[in-house]
């Protein structure tokens, strides 16, 4: 079978890309030394993400306004590498599957694939006297902000290899961090890394979710 490429949103609030950013606000250097990787080895790794026990890669699909507000409300660290919907659509990307808390004991009975993008919708809650809850119903989990799109895999193992003319752009910390990186993986012997950075298009956002400069990315709110 051969799928056909999305269609297309043309919506104000959605692009054309999603986003993988790399560390989360206090972990920079970590997230710098991810990002790299993810570089260097054309490959992004899946984790197990937060409530759930089955491992994917986690993207956002934020426009560029959300990825800078995401980075200034502290959520993530500016490091991060996009791709098109449709190059991640035809990897095995699709959004995730957004779940009510007093539902959420249905997922356990769902396929891996689906259960590995379930992600739980839940304000909490308070049980009335002589009640026991569980913990998928005391607990809070409100994660709409990050928009987010998962590629199941086993965590530790490879959930999108990509090549170089795969990568929509990457985010970076400032506009010196690409000469400074691209100078420093030349001097260290890492010419095939240092080339690929050198290669594609950034933009810069600042820890502030400031977006400071680009190379060629078109940054509207439509288009991220």
């Not at 297309?8 to 997230?31: I, K, M, Q, S, Y």
């Not at 809070?140 to 987010?148: D, F, G, N, V």
Request: net charge neutral; aromatic share 8%; glycine share 8%.
């Amino acid at each position: 079978m051969r799928v056909r490429p999305l269609s297309p949103l043309r919506h104000p609030d959605f692009n054309e890309v999603v986003v993988h950013l790399t560390g989360r606000t206090g972990g920079e250097a970590d997230a710098e030394r991810r990002l790299l990787r993810v570089i260097s080895s054309g490959q992004v790794l899946a984790t197990t993400p937060y409530g759930s026990d089955l491992g994917a890669a986690c993207f956002t699909e934020s426009t560029a306004q959300g990825v800078s507000w995401l980075i200034a409300q502290q959520h993530f660290a500016p490091f991060g590498i996009a791709f098109t919907k449709s190059f991640l659509f035809a990897n095995g990307g699709a959004p995730a599957i957004v779940v009510r808390g007093d539902e959420w004991k249905h997922v356990r009975d769902l396929p891996p694939e689906l259960r590995a993008r379930a992600v739980r919708l839940w304000p909490g809650a308070t049980a009335e006297p002589g009640e026991q809850l569980p913990p998928h119903l005391l607990t809070r989990s409100e994660w709409l902000i990050e928009r987010e799109w998962r590629v199941p895999a086993d965590a530790g193992s490879p959930a999108l290899t990509f090549d170089t003319e795969d990568i929509a752009f990457l985010v970076v910390p400032d506009p010196d961090w690409i000469h400074g990186t691209v100078r420093s993986l030349t001097k260290a012997g890492h010419r095939a890394t240092g080339t690929r950075l050198a290669s594609v298009r950034w933009i810069a956002m600042s820890s502030y979710g400031e977006i400071t400069a680009n190379n060629g990315v078109r940054v509207s709110p439509a288009s991220g």
